[in-house]
Every structure is written in structure tokens, then in C-alpha cells.
């Protein structure tokens, strides 16, 4: 998908109800989960699983996400994240922020 052609959200867009729900995709494109809900400034994203079971809610700033909207209106995110050798990385949260690991 080329999500240079997206439209950015500003600030006053990024809300609970247009944000829950988006799709968040990788550095290289893939699909690493879905919002699930917004606190304050922290989205959590369910990440993993398979037909909807053993998602993990992984919580990270906004600002790490950069929204966006597609042709057909849909919101969806793109981040920096990688992935390990084409696995998904098992991130959970520490004590510091996100801890991520293959």
C-alpha cells in the first residue's frame, strides 16, 4: 500500500472513536495489529494471534503511530517497527516502556 498518497490526522482527530479500530501496519508494510482503545496518549494495540485468539494488548505513545486515511476514508497507522526475519517480535511492556524481542 502506498501510504504516501494518505491523508495525515491532526491532533484534533486523534480520538478514541476514530482511532479504535484502525489497522497498524510495519516498517515493511505488514499488518502488526489493531487499535483496541486510547488512554490519554498511549494507544493499545492488540497484537498477534490468529482468527482473533491470543492477541496481546501492547500499549505505546501516539506519537510512535502516524495516522492516516486512505482513498476510501479508512484511518489506519504506519510505524517504524520491524519485524524479526519475518516473524512477528514478542513485545510486552517493562518497567522502561515496550521491551521487544524475536
Known amino acids: 500500500m ?3 498518497t494518505h491523508t495525515p490526522l491532526m491532533g484534533a482527530e486523534l480520538t478514541p472513536d476514530i482511532l479504535v479500530g484502525a489497522t497498524i501496519y510495519g516498517a515493511g508494510d505488514e499488518k502488526v495489529g489493531k487499535v483496541s482503545h486510547v488512554h490519554g ?5 492488540d497484537v498477534g494471534g490468529f482468527l482473533g485468539f491470543g492477541s496481546k494488548p501492547v500499549a505505546v ?3 510512535q ?3 492516516m486515511r486512505d482513498e476510501d476514508g479508512n484511518v489506519h497507522a504506519v510505524t517504524s ?3 524479526c526475519g519475518g516473524r512477528r517480535r514478542s513485545c510486552g511492556f517493562g518497567g522502561t516502556g515496550i521491551r521487544c524481542r524475536c
Open 41 to 45: 496518549s498511549e494507544v493499545v494495540i
Open 81 to 83: 517497527w520491524l519485524l
Open 61 to 63: 505513545n501516539a506519537s
Open 65 to 67: 503511530l502516524d495516522f
Open 2 to 4: 502506498d501510504h504516501s
